[in-house]
């Protein structure tokens, strides 16, 4: 009789209690917090300089972001701007161009782009126009891959297109499609002022697989206002019948402090934590019953999805779009607030309309802020991006391609694990840190122990006797 099936995820309501705290999300090593003004664009030039001295063609990867919705969705923590007026999407298509034109000349030469991604906001509240404009503007300007080696994705609002829409993005090259749903219960939708009739996403994404694009991806969100077990049950079954090829599933922060929309939502509305952690163990058994992995943090995949195949074979990577096939390489983001990184520094654009055009009316790049990491930095992203991907680490491969002794270098971060192996979570044996499946749904606690800069800034704040100000959402 064969052995029963490991399961990848397992859902323990004591662990997840006990870890639910604030804490990162890792889309990069240090956090985007960690960001300083004193980085601006000549560090910049000096971190392009490295990578010209090394000479020839790089792989890279292009994200290019659109701020813009006309309608505004009561839980988004996105950076954007809501707007029906059409004309600023113009404006901000000719800076966004002249940027463009700025990074391509820049990356001449080592500019071959194998990954591409639109985000917002809503990169279709461009014009089917403006977005063949840009589209063969970005081409003028970079050397992309072929469409079967690169990956080109982009964000839609299901309400935004219709089918003629969606084949117009598949022959301007994309080959991906994410889909924003969140939840298809009507009176959630409502609660959140995001009406999306369930039969309205379904024709596109029947639309997007006639139109030959290569995967879908649907975003779903629990701990919505009006969320209850009873609709989160229909909204998942309805999700599997859809059939995406991945499935990003968030947990809703409530975190009004920070973001304004937030504050139209009742707290009388939300569900209560219980639920929530009910309503999240119900979507791992669904969803895993259905037959997808569970990737990482928040993210499903069918098992023949590249997403899967590639944390299968140790090549998933983790950047600011979340995770990604393709292995690590430099990031060129384009757009209001968008995030660089590239030879070992982050570089953030302007966060305002109007800073980001006053950079580029004065000739240059619009960087308002960004970090150079240092070797000790360097080592912790490799450390957190490995545990993220694969849920394992392998220390011999650590001491091999680094000048430290694990357990040394580590020893204070060792201590503390040692509460995740005594729980259960991890295990450390054989000289490799893996994580189990009761662990995983544990990852950001994992990795925050490797996070120098956080521990500094707790310890900081215990000297001050103040507060740490609610920057993150909780991890679980």
Not at 133 to 142: I, P
Not at 163 to 179: D, E, H
Not at 207 to 216: E, H, K, P
């Amino acid at each position: 009789m064969n052995a029963p099936a490991v399961p990848q995820v397992q859902f323990d309501p004591d662990v997840v209690k006990k870890l639910s705290t604030a804490g990162p999300r890792y889309t990069s090593y240090p956090t985007a917090d960690r960001f300083t003004p004193a980085f601006g664009y000549g560090n910049f030039l000096e971190a392009l300089a490295g990578l010209t001295l090394r000479g020839g063609r790089r792989a890279l990867s292009l994200y290019v972001h659109v701020p813009f919705c006309d309608t505004i969705c009561y839980y988004c923590a996105c950076n954007k701007i809501v707007t029906k007026d059409r004309s600023k999407a113009a404006t901000y298509l000719d800076y966004l161009k002249q940027e463009i034109d700025m990074q391509g000349k820049l990356f001449a030469g080592m500019n071959r782009v194998e990954q591409l991604h639109f985000g917002g906001g809503t990169p279709t509240y461009f014009s089917d126009r403006q977005m063949e404009d840009l589209m063969a503007h970005l081409r003028r300007n970079f050397a992309f891959a072929d469409d079967v080696e690169g990956e080109y994705s982009i964000e839609i609002d299901p309400r935004t297109v219709d089918a003629a829409r969606v084949r117009s993005l598949r022959r301007q090259g994309f080959n991906r499609l994410s889909l924003g749903v969140q939840d298809f219960d009507p009176d959630v939708q409502k609660a959140v002022n995001r009406i999306q009739p369930a039969e309205d996403t379904i024709a596109i994404m029947a639309a997007a697989r006639s139109a030959g694009f290569r995967s879908l991806s649907m975003d779903l969100i629990y701990g919505l206002p009006k969320q209850n077990m009873t609709t989160m049950e229909q909204t998942l079954s309805k999700v599997i019948v859809a059939n995406p090829d991945r499935i990003a599933l968030y947990n809703y922060a409530h975190m009004p402090h920070l973001f304004k929309p937030q504050r139209r939502i009742l707290d009388a509305d939300l569900p209560a934590p219980q639920v929530k952690l009910d309503m999240l163990a119900l979507c791992i058994s669904r969803l895993t019953a259905a037959g997808y992995v569970y990737i990482g943090m928040d993210h499903f995949a069918k098992p023949e999805d590249d997403l899967a195949v590639a944390q299968r074979q140790g090549r998933l990577h983790r950047n600011f779009q979340g995770y990604s096939t393709h292995a690590e390489m430099d990031l060129v983001a384009v757009g209001v607030s968008a995030i660089s990184a590239v030879n070992g520094t982050y570089s953030q654009n302007e966060k305002t309309l109007d800073e980001y055009y006053a950079r580029l009316d004065g000739g240059r790049l619009p960087i308002a802020r960004g970090y150079k990491l240092d070797s000790d930095d360097l080592l912790r992203r490799l450390i957190i991006g490995r545990l993220m991907c694969n849920f394992e680490l392998s220390v011999a491969s650590i001491e091999q391609a680094w000048p430290v002794r694990f357990r040394d270098y580590f020893a204070a971060e060792l201590a503390q694990m040692a509460e995740f192996v005594d729980d259960g979570l991890v295990t450390f044996e054989d000289d490799w840190i893996s994580v189990t499946p009761k662990g995983r749904l544990t990852i950001r606690n994992l990795c925050m122990v490797f996070d120098r800069h956080l521990r500094q800034a707790r310890a900081d704040a215990v000297a001050a006797a103040a507060p740490q100000p609610l920057r993150y959402s909780k991890t679980i």
